[in-house]
């Protein structure tokens, strides 16, 4: 028998064995890898005569065509025959519990701080921040706030040195002060973020959080102010009227300036926000003291405008009948998981139901 016969009857021999992938892929290189038996055959080609070559080189070529078929099939058959066991082995019990895992819940607050940034950005306001840890200078001396006013008192403030030079904000009204050095008029932002002061009962806490708005240009006055907090609170509490009015007031750096009150109603327990002949303060605003807007380098005689500072807490103990503060703070997670809400939750103000 020639040596191409016997390779080929060898073959078949072995195909006929238990064979697994690995096993066959070695049989696959032991004819045709770089000293395979039938590379090696090939190689022979060139010594043999010429009238011989013809033949050898066909039966050769014919040999490995038939090995080659054989070999892809038996590799094929095997392949299926692997995944049917794992597709028997690895079969899912659907019928297994469940695995738990918790899952987080949205703090009322942050809540209410991306209900707002949304209300307010459909009309044109940009989201500005600032640092919980302020200079003096920044929270209250570009602020008009004269060195004997009482909010300066170690009673009130948080201060971080004894020169009194660093605090912890008291309002979130710096951030004017920042948003005006860094930029050039027109300015139109809100400013949400936690606030300080040495306070605390059912409706204080020594940390709080408010929310500053500012709108500097050439033409804005009261009217604009009202009109803009008119279509934030109704948009807030989603609801088409609302009783709103403003009560003059004093702030160091607006004037005039006026505290906003709305009008409620309790009924079966529960508030009802704009209607009713109760009254609730929610806001401080003004028009920015031409004083304020010369700190920070605007020209009061070309640019003027409001500025607000709303309480943040307290508008979400009141959309969501929360009505103790201190609970907001205190990180237990039963409060949390009864008032917080679910990542996906989108109060109907950003869908626009309101309007
Ligand atoms: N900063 C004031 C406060 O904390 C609120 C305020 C902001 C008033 C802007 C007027 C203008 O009470």
New binding site residues.
């Given amino acids: 028998m020639s040596d191409i016969k016997k390779i080929k009857e060898e073959f078949i021999n072995k195909l006929k064995q238990d064979l697994d992938l690995n096993s066959v892929n070695q049989i696959k290189t032991d004819l045709f890898g770089k000293n395979g038996k039938i590379s090696n055959e090939f190689k022979k080609l060139g010594s043999i005569a010429v009238e011989e070559r013809k033949k050898f080189a066909s039966e050769l070529n014919s040999i490995k065509d038939e090995i080659q078929t054989a070999i892809s099939k038996k590799i094929q058959d095997l392949e299926i025959i692997e995944i049917n066991s794992k597709l028997q082995n690895e079969k899912i019990d659907v019928t297994l519990p469940e695995r738990s895992f918790n899952q987080g819940k949205i703090h009322p607050v942050s809540q209410v701080i991306d209900e707002i940034s949304s209300i307010f950005s459909e009309i044109g306001f940009n989201v500005e921040e600032g640092p919980d840890v302020e200079n003096e200078y920044n929270n209250f001396t570009a602020l008009n706030t004269p060195d004997n006013h009482p909010a300066r008192d170690m009673h009130d403030t948080f201060y971080l040195d004894n020169n009194k030079e660093y605090l912890l904000r ?4 710096p951030v ?1 002060v920042r948003t005006m050095l860094k930029g050039k008029p027109p300015f139109k932002i809100i400013a949400p973020g936690r ?1 300080y002061r040495s306070d605390s009962d059912q409706t204080h806490s020594p940390m709080f959080h ?1 929310v ?2 500012l709108h500097i240009d050439k033409n804005i006055n009261m009217g604009h102010l009202k009109g803009c907090l008119n279509y934030f609170i109704k948009e807030f509490f989603e609801v088409n009227k609302i009783k709103m009015r403003f009560r003059p007031s004093h ?1 160091p ?2 004037e005039p ?1 006026a505290e906003v009150d709305i009008g409620y109603k309790i009924k079966d327990g529960k508030i009802i926000i704009g209607e009713g002949d109760k009254w609730l303060e929610i ?4 028009m920015v003291h031409p004083n304020v807007l010369k700190n920070v380098k605007v020209d009061p005689s070309k640019y003027q405008g409001y ?3 709303i309480g943040i807490d307290r508008l979400a103990m009141l959309k969501y009948g929360i009505n103790d503060l201190r609970s907001f703070f205190e990180t237990d997670y039963r409060w949390l998981n009864h008032f917080g809400f679910d990542p996906l939750d989108v109060p109907s103000s950003y869908r626009g139901l309101s309007r």
């Fill in positions: 008291t309002h979130t009204s004017q606030t408010q500053e708005g702030f750096f607006t300036s806001l401080g605003c003004g500025a607000f500072g």
